[in-house]
């Protein structure tokens, strides 16, 4: 009987969408507490990954349906399948047909029981209740579910579900891998440890091997144990005598309750960082690529361009490998999906390639690789070639045989400079450094050949930084920038700035001027991503801006005066700290502004004594004052005792361009007749009017401007890097009529100045002073009211200026799209005709649709839609073709909320054929 009713869940779970292939029977997986648990059968999102990140079903058998209780379902937590089945498998009362219960994993017992009846049929009529609910119990749809719970809107799911079986398993699995290895380190001395590693990491992937395909090995000791993995793969499992004492120990933290079957790549990635010292992991940069991120930047890139023989693909600095399992899976679907996963996997190892230099991380990726279609033979080809060398290019192309057609990378972010894994005298980067992403972007272009594809991902910094110029450069040149993302700092661990992704085609830009449609989050499922503005680059410029932004026009009109700072400013860079400090200053010591970390903005900075420390001016003992030091500039106009504005250099707490933050704080200095001018710090700025004669209202006016919101919005919009330059205070641009209308900014906030710590007491006087002196800026600059809105909701929480806080509503970092609709998902075909840059727009031909919007372009035969995050890059061209993945076909809802209803996109299998060859095998029958 239990078979039969098994049995029949499968015929019913075939009939929407799970092929044999993505179920199997009798899964086992780790709680929390390292016990095993057990389920009949469990259904996968994918044929090609079975593991905790694909698992969408969860079958269990029951006495009685009505028996169970929302206790039953809390294991299922630690596998993260959304839906849940109990079935009768076999029942005393043979009379009575077997019933079925179809729940989920809930947020508590009442809405477990919500809606108890509705769903608990009979069998006989189970597979008719799936084909109702086909579009919610829909492979795709439980896939984003594990990741939003609104998808499944049938129950009250229990929200990311991904994310909280994440850390059961991680605080079991990767505990324990971490306290045995630190029983390794103990043991071992630093040029022994790293066999010691290796070892550790082969007994991990034979473990995960043996509990994933059902192996009875042996878990007594680790001789047997590996004598049973080396006769499955005796090129990888082989173990020296001498390691075999210590796995003993691993055997041991590992024992016969530990099913580690249902490990998802995540969790391998993790323990791959925990092999890493904080320091090390620190200083070289290294961030593990979570499968989301690594399977997003593979399907937004078109490989379906490139002939099927010419798919290589290579990661030059691979880590743990989830950027290859990615690849190996998107290979595989754009051609090879119809062959047996043998013949598949015989045919991708000859075109997938890892690199990294440090031989531990190629140790990780190849077990990776290996668990990815288990038990294969283990011969992928990982390369250990150093990137920052001369011959890396030749190496590489000499050991795979060509030039990789597909690079993805997340290389590490650390200095360009540094020793090699365990070296002791790696520095972490510092500031102005260059980083290493950059770099090895410039390498990964040259490596890569004509027309060839390439996703990497990146510091932010690297889009304004100074010394990464040429290489910006290069890129505009010599590829189309198909795609560029902000990857906020919570899709890595610990942390705290943002990435950026690339998606490139490696072909010269047709034209002068490029567009490129930024996004603002990586376009995964269930993220908030939100288009931005487009950038215009011209190839031929010099000081193109990629950063993205959505105030595109407001600074337009911020730099229409044609003037800036520098056209009335002096601007230096403060001193070096001295290393005589003290608290209060001395007789005859020089106001130094030290670092300001607290310092009041209503301040002139002389009531702020724990922030001065004395310069030795007049024995100059200290290098800075010193006759033969190379600040003399700023030593002349510190000495002339003028009023200055010190605007801070090093925006630590800036954070990423998704989070809002005050970019722009400044202080001002106005000395008392026959009293020092303060001394700025390094990490001030000082700005001194060259109209010596109107020096204070110039100094005024220019500290409420930098203050003001556009002073921020200005330097988050237009800057990444932590640290402001000279030259970019010099270029901030300043309106027409500054050099002649200050008059009233400067008395207005030189009132704000003197009273400043009154306003406190007096919050009324306060708003309405700081408002005033809002206006007067707004007004110069011409910013219209709905821009000044937008800016006034973009900077809320504390002003600098002020103090108040601001109230707005806005997205917050890990907010999620909610794709809610019941509609049936389907596949059509689309054609790009047409796109406007401006008004990012894009119109697309889309067959098979039922009622067409009221802006359809008759003309051309395209619905106008924006362009938003699920339309990837290659898309945005004139000309492409493929298939488009809608949950509509009214056209109307289409080009009203597209956010809501286009699922994704991919080209044609034989994109790389010519369009009429394209065109003519759509017509063919299947």
């Given at each position: 009987?239990?078979?039969?009713?098994?049995?029949?869940?499968?015929?019913?779970?075939?009939?929407?969408?799970?092929?044999?292939?993505?179920?199997?029977?009798?899964?086992?997986?780790?709680?929390?507490?390292?016990?095993?648990?057990?389920?009949?059968?469990?259904?996968?999102?994918?044929?090609?990954?079975?593991?905790?990140?694909?698992?969408?079903?969860?079958?269990?058998?029951?006495?009685?349906?009505?028996?169970?209780?929302?206790?039953?379902?809390?294991?299922?937590?630690?596998?993260?399948?959304?839906?849940?089945?109990?079935?009768?498998?076999?029942?005393?009362?043979?009379?009575?047909?077997?019933?079925?219960?179809?729940?989920?994993?809930?947020?508590?017992?009442?809405?477990?029981?919500?809606?108890?009846?509705?769903?608990?049929?009979?069998?006989?009529?189970?597979?008719?209740?799936?084909?109702?609910?086909?579009?919610?119990?829909?492979?795709?749809?439980?896939?984003?579910?594990?990741?939003?719970?609104?998808?499944?809107?049938?129950?009250?799911?229990?929200?990311?579900?991904?994310?909280?079986?994440?850390?059961?398993?991680?605080?079991?699995?990767?505990?324990?891998?971490?306290?045995?290895?630190?029983?390794?380190?103990?043991?071992?001395?630093?040029?022994?440890?790293?066999?010691?590693?290796?070892?550790?990491?082969?007994?991990?992937?034979?473990?995960?091997?043996?509990?994933?395909?059902?192996?009875?090995?042996?878990?007594?000791?680790?001789?047997?144990?590996?004598?049973?993995?080396?006769?499955?793969?005796?090129?990888?499992?082989?173990?020296?005598?001498?390691?075999?004492?210590?796995?003993?120990?691993?055997?041991?933290?590992?024992?016969?309750?530990?099913?580690?079957?249902?490990?998802?790549?995540?969790?391998?990635?993790?323990?791959?960082?925990?092999?890493?010292?904080?320091?090390?992991?620190?200083?070289?940069?290294?961030?593990?690529?979570?499968?989301?991120?690594?399977?997003?930047?593979?399907?937004?890139?078109?490989?379906?361009?490139?002939?099927?023989?010419?798919?290589?693909?290579?990661?030059?600095?691979?880590?743990?490998?989830?950027?290859?399992?990615?690849?190996?899976?998107?290979?595989?679907?754009?051609?090879?999906?119809?062959?047996?996963?043998?013949?598949?996997?015989?045919?991708?190892?000859?075109?997938?390639?890892?690199?990294?230099?440090?031989?531990?991380?190629?140790?990780?990726?190849?077990?990776?690789?290996?668990?990815?279609?288990?038990?294969?033979?283990?011969?992928?080809?990982?390369?250990?070639?150093?990137?920052?060398?001369?011959?890396?290019?030749?190496?590489?192309?000499?050991?795979?045989?060509?030039?990789?057609?597909?690079?993805?990378?997340?290389?590490?972010?650390?200095?360009?400079?540094?020793?090699?894994?365990?070296?002791?005298?790696?520095?972490?980067?510092?500031?102005?450094?260059?980083?290493?992403?950059?770099?090895?972007?410039?390498?990964?272009?040259?490596?890569?050949?004509?027309?060839?594809?390439?996703?990497?991902?990146?510091?932010?910094?690297?889009?304004?930084?100074?010394?990464?110029?040429?290489?910006?450069?290069?890129?505009?040149?010599?590829?189309?920038?198909?795609?560029?993302?902000?990857?906020?700092?919570?899709?890595?661990?610990?942390?705290?700035?943002?990435?950026?992704?690339?998606?490139?085609?490696?072909?010269?830009?047709?034209?002068?001027?490029?567009?490129?449609?930024?996004?603002?989050?990586?376009?995964?499922?269930?993220?908030?991503?939100?288009?931005?503005?487009?950038?215009?680059?011209?190839?031929?410029?010099?000081?193109?801006?990629?950063?993205?932004?959505?105030?595109?026009?407001?600074?337009?009109?911020?730099?229409s005066g044609g003037k800036t700072i520098r056209d009335f400013y002096e601007i230096q860079n403060g001193f070096r700290k001295p290393r005589n400090r003290s608290r209060k200053p001395s007789p005859g010591a020089h106001p130094f502004s030290g670092s300001a970390k607290k310092t009041n903005p209503y301040s002139d900075l002389r009531q702020l004594a724990v922030e001065w420390v004395k310069l030795k001016a007049l024995d100059k003992i200290d290098p800075n004052f010193d006759d033969r030091s190379q600040r003399q500039e700023l030593k002349k106009w510190i000495f002339k005792d003028m009023p200055s504005v010190l605007l801070r250099a090093n925006r630590n707490n800036h954070g990423s361009s998704q989070r809002i933050r005050w970019g722009s704080i400044a202080l001002i200095d106005i000395p008392p007749k026959g009293e020092k001018s303060v001394a700025p710090s390094e990490n001030f700025h000082a700005a001194f009017s060259i109209d010596s004669s109107h020096s204070t209202d110039f100094c005024l006016a220019l500290w409420a401007l930098l203050n003001h919101p556009l002073g921020s919005l200005y330097f988050n919009e237009t800057k990444i890097t932590q640290w402001i330059s000279t030259r970019d205070l010099e270029q901030f641009p300043l309106p027409e009529a500054w050099g002649n209308e200050i008059y009233q900014v400067a008395r207005s906030a030189e009132k704000v100045l003197k009273n400043g710590r009154s306003f406190f007491q007096d919050e009324l006087a306060e708003s309405e002073e700081i408002k005033r002196l809002d206006i007067l800026i707004y007004d110069l600059y011409g910013i219209s009211q709905k821009d000044r809105k937008r800016i006034e909701s973009k900077f809320s929480g504390k002003r600098p200026l002020t103090g108040r806080p601001l109230t707005s509503q806005h997205l917050k970092d890990g907010d999620v799209l909610i794709y809610s609709t019941d509609e049936?998902?389907?596949?059509?075909?689309?054609?790009?005709?047409?796109?406007?840059?401006?008004?990012?727009?894009?119109?697309?031909?889309?067959?098979?649709?039922?009622?067409?919007?009221?802006?359809?372009?008759?003309?051309?035969?395209?619905?106008?839609?924006?362009?938003?995050?699920?339309?990837?890059?290659?898309?945005?061209?004139?000309?492409?073709?493929?298939?488009?993945?809608?949950?509509?076909?009214?056209?109307?809802?289409?080009?009203?909320?597209?956010?809501?209803?286009?699922?994704?996109?991919?080209?044609?299998?034989?994109?790389?054929?010519?369009?009429?060859?394209?065109?003519?095998?759509?017509?063919?029958?299947?």
């Amino acid at each position: 009987m239990s078979c039969y009713v098994q049995k029949e869940i499968e015929h019913a779970l075939e009939e929407i969408g799970y092929s044999q292939k993505m179920t199997s029977r009798d899964v086992s997986f780790l709680l929390e507490g390292g016990r095993s648990y057990s389920t009949n059968l469990v259904a996968y999102s994918s044929d090609l990954r079975k593991d905790a990140d694909t698992a969408v079903i969860a079958v269990k058998e029951t006495a009685n349906v009505e028996q169970v209780s929302f206790s039953d379902t809390k294991p299922f937590r630690s596998l993260a399948t959304p839906v849940l089945i109990f079935a009768e498998f076999s029942r005393r009362d043979r009379q009575r047909e077997p019933y079925i219960r179809t729940t989920a994993i809930c947020k508590s017992e009442g809405d477990f029981e919500k809606h108890r009846q509705d769903n608990i049929v009979p069998l006989s009529r189970f597979a008719e209740y799936l084909k109702k609910k086909q579009e919610l119990f829909s492979p795709r749809r439980l896939e984003i579910a594990k990741w939003n719970a609104q998808q499944l809107s049938i129950f009250d799911l229990y929200p990311n579900l991904l994310g909280g079986a994440f850390e059961i398993i991680t605080k079991e699995l990767v505990g324990k891998f971490q306290a045995a290895i630190r029983s390794l380190r103990t043991y071992r001395t630093d040029d022994k440890l790293g066999s010691a590693l290796e070892a550790a990491i082969k007994f991990l992937g034979a473990r995960i091997l043996r509990d994933r395909e059902g192996y009875c090995w042996p878990l007594s000791n680790a001789r047997d144990f590996f004598s049973h993995a080396q006769s499955l793969l005796p090129t990888y499992f082989s173990l020296p005598l001498k390691d075999e004492v210590l796995m003993d120990t691993f055997l041991q933290s590992f024992n016969t309750n530990y099913d580690l079957s249902q490990v998802s790549l995540d969790m391998i990635g993790e323990i791959y960082e925990t092999l890493m010292l904080e320091g090390e992991r620190r200083q070289y940069g290294v961030h593990y690529t979570r499968s989301r991120l690594a399977h997003t930047i593979l399907k937004r890139m078109p490989i379906e361009e490139l002939r099927p023989e010419n798919r290589i693909l290579l990661d030059p600095t691979c880590g743990s490998g989830s950027l290859l399992a990615a690849g190996y899976e998107r290979l595989g679907d754009a051609e090879y999906s119809g062959q047996s996963l043998q013949e598949r996997h015989h045919i991708l190892v000859k075109r997938i390639f890892g690199n990294d230099y440090d031989p531990i991380a190629a140790m990780i990726a190849k077990m990776t690789l290996m668990l990815y279609h288990p038990p294969h033979d283990n011969n992928w080809k990982i390369l250990s070639y150093d990137i920052r060398g001369t011959d890396f290019e030749r190496n590489v192309i000499s050991a795979i045989g060509s030039r990789p057609t597909i690079i993805v990378a997340n290389p590490p972010f650390g200095p360009t400079s540094g020793t090699p894994r365990g070296g002791k005298n790696v520095k972490a980067r510092q500031q102005g450094q260059r980083d290493r992403s950059g770099f090895i972007l410039n390498k990964c272009i040259d490596l890569l050949p004509n027309d060839g594809l390439m996703g990497i991902v990146l510091t932010e910094t690297f889009l304004n930084q100074q010394q990464e110029r040429d290489i910006r450069k290069k890129a505009l040149e010599t590829c189309q920038i198909l795609e560029q993302w902000t990857v906020p700092p919570d899709w890595f661990r610990k942390v705290k700035r943002s990435a950026m992704v690339w998606i490139l085609r490696k072909k010269r830009p047709r034209g002068r001027y490029v567009h490129i449609f930024p996004i603002s989050d990586v376009p995964a499922l269930g993220r908030a991503a939100q288009s931005r503005d487009t950038l215009e680059l011209d190839t031929l410029s010099e000081e193109n801006i990629f950063v993205s932004t959505n105030f595109s026009h407001v600074l337009k009109t911020m730099g229409s005066g044609g003037k800036t700072i520098r056209d009335f400013y002096e601007i230096q860079n403060g001193f070096r700290k001295p290393r005589n400090r003290s608290r209060k200053p001395s007789p005859g010591a020089h106001p130094f502004s030290g670092s300001a970390k607290k310092t009041n903005p209503y301040s002139d900075l002389r009531q702020l004594a724990v922030e001065w420390v004395k310069l030795k001016a007049l024995d100059k003992i200290d290098p800075n004052f010193d006759d033969r030091s190379q600040r003399q500039e700023l030593k002349k106009w510190i000495f002339k005792d003028m009023p200055s504005v010190l605007l801070r250099a090093n925006r630590n707490n800036h954070g990423s361009s998704q989070r809002i933050r005050w970019g722009s704080i400044a202080l001002i200095d106005i000395p008392p007749k026959g009293e020092k001018s303060v001394a700025p710090s390094e990490n001030f700025h000082a700005a001194f009017s060259i109209d010596s004669s109107h020096s204070t209202d110039f100094c005024l006016a220019l500290w409420a401007l930098l203050n003001h919101p556009l002073g921020s919005l200005y330097f988050n919009e237009t800057k990444i890097t932590q640290w402001i330059s000279t030259r970019d205070l010099e270029q901030f641009p300043l309106p027409e009529a500054w050099g002649n209308e200050i008059y009233q900014v400067a008395r207005s906030a030189e009132k704000v100045l003197k009273n400043g710590r009154s306003f406190f007491q007096d919050e009324l006087a306060e708003s309405e002073e700081i408002k005033r002196l809002d206006i007067l800026i707004y007004d110069l600059y011409g910013i219209s009211q709905k821009d000044r809105k937008r800016i006034e909701s973009k900077f809320s929480g504390k002003r600098p200026l002020t103090g108040r806080p601001l109230t707005s509503q806005h997205l917050k970092d890990g907010d999620v799209l909610i794709y809610s609709t019941d509609e049936r998902i389907r596949r059509t075909t689309f054609e790009t005709i047409g796109i406007f840059q401006e008004e990012r727009m894009v119109v697309l031909a889309i067959d098979g649709m039922d009622k067409y919007p009221s802006n359809y372009d008759q003309s051309r035969g395209g619905i106008r839609l924006r362009t938003i995050p699920a339309i990837p890059g290659w898309v945005l061209q004139e000309g492409a073709m493929g298939w488009m993945e809608l949950a509509t076909g009214d056209c109307e809802k289409l080009s009203r909320q597209p956010e809501e209803y286009i699922l994704g996109f991919n080209p044609f299998k034989n994109a790389y054929e010519s369009r009429d060859k394209i065109q003519l095998e759509l017509m063919q029958p299947d």
